[in-house]
């Protein structure tokens, strides 16, 4: 048990989300500078910049509401515990609702996000989307009991207990599902294009852009303010507040992600893409090149992926180049598809292979 008083940690839980206030404000401006610069986004940019901007103006409300409280409760007020132990005044019922319509609103657009990088399937949105319509009716529930609630009542009595665990359970089971799918795609996405790019960067910033693109920043601090709950301990109160700029500060940080061109899941779909598009289809039958004075085979193909008349050398493994393992990582480098060493006897039986092959078709 900690030695926070409820007013204490009212006090402090204001100071911690102003400074989050803060850094939000930051953020938003940097978003929406950016978004002036783009010539034509798309209608779902808009809609989820607006969005976002519905949210920091919710977590203004909710900022604003705090500190009438706190100037209330300590200036205005002979004992601001009792003050504050008054669930039903209407500055903690406009925080709440403030909160709980931040946290729709948040958790919609992360779903959204999932639905994006899943190839927009239907199927991955089924449990997030069960378990955030759960955590609404549950919300409805804890504004109301906030607003019935007898004067004195803690959030351990009896009305508000029914809702207020609720409530945040469902709220942090929604964001685990929609981190722990979103992060799983990442390292899929990840280990698809292992074999053609070194893995230069640390792991602090690995690290850093998979908590931004997953949302966990939000279900971290659900879960430390849970913890706090159950122990009963009035700490919590120093995160009530800090939560609810959390909510605005992931949807800014993802946005600002995607306009920066920073996402993990984008960058692997380009790289994948344009890895896939550097190399011609082999579809039909070779046709070899005249050979160099230095030993090089170049083939082309009947069917092609890029526009032109682009060629490209042998990018297949052959007896006797290299170790198996050499010649795995040519296989699948882009980089190796330039040119690779052969030896006399590939290249007869590749012409043989060729010849035969022709020799089918013909019949």
């Known amino acids: 048990m900690s030695q926070f008083t409820l007013s204490e940690g009212r006090l402090f839980g204001a100071f911690y989300e102003t400074l989050l206030y803060g850094i939000n404000i930051v953020l938003l401006l940097t978003l929406l500078c950016l978004f002036a610069q783009q010539k ?21 409300i909710h900022l604003v ?36 319509v931040a946290l729709i609103l948040s958790d919609g657009l992360m779903i959204h996000r999932l639905y994006v990088i899943f190839h927009r399937s ?44 609720t409530a945040f359970i469902l709220s942090f089971f929604t964001n685990v599902i929609i981190t722990v799918m979103i992060s799983v795609r990442l390292m899929l996405a990840i280990r698809s294009i292992r074999h053609l790019v070194p893995e230069t960067e640390s792991f602090n910033r690995r690290f850093l852009a998979y908590t931004v693109e997953s949302g966990l920043l939000y279900p971290m601090s659900v ?19 800090a939560n609810m700029q ?38 039909g039958p070779l046709q070899f ?39 795995e990582a040519k296989q699948l480098s882009p980089e190796w598809c330039p040119a690779l060493p052969l030896g006399e006897g590939d290249i007869t039986e590749a012409v043989g292979d060729h010849a035969g092959r022709m020799s089918m078709l013909e019949a």
Request: net charge positive; with cysteine; glycine share 6%.
């Open 40 to 60: 034509k986004p798309s209608k779902t940019q808009r809609v989820c910049t607006s969005l976002v901007f519905v949210i920091f103006l919710l977590c203004t």
């Open 65 to 100: 509401s705090v500190l009438r409280s706190i100037d209330v409760a300590f200036f205005r007020r002979k004992s601001a515990d009792q003050y504050f132990n008054n669930r039903r005044k209407i500055t903690n019922v406009l925080q709440n609702a403030a909160y709980g």
């Open 122 to 165: 239907w199927a991955v949105i089924i449990a997030p989307g069960i378990s955030l319509i759960a955590t609404i009716v549950s919300w409805i529930g804890l504004i109301y009991s906030y607003r019935t609630s007898p004067t004195g009542s803690t959030l351990y009595s009896p009305l508000l207990a029914k809702f207020a665990p």
């Open 223 to 241: 879960f430390v303010t849970g913890v706090l709950y159950f122990m009963r301990d009035e700490a919590l109160e120093i995160l009530s507040g």
């Open 246 to 283: 959390l909510l605005c500060m992931v949807p800014i940080m993802l946005s600002l992600q995607m306009r920066l061109n920073l996402s993990i899941y984008d960058a692997a779909k380009g790289l994948r893409r344009s890895s896939h598009d550097s190399i011609t289809a082999v579809d």
């Open 289 to 327: 090149r005249p050979m160099s004075d230095v030993g090089l085979a170049s083939f082309g193909s009947t069917s092609q992926v890029l526009e032109g008349e682009a060629e490209l050398t042998l990018a297949f493994p052959l007896r006797g180049v290299g170790s198996a393992k050499d010649q």
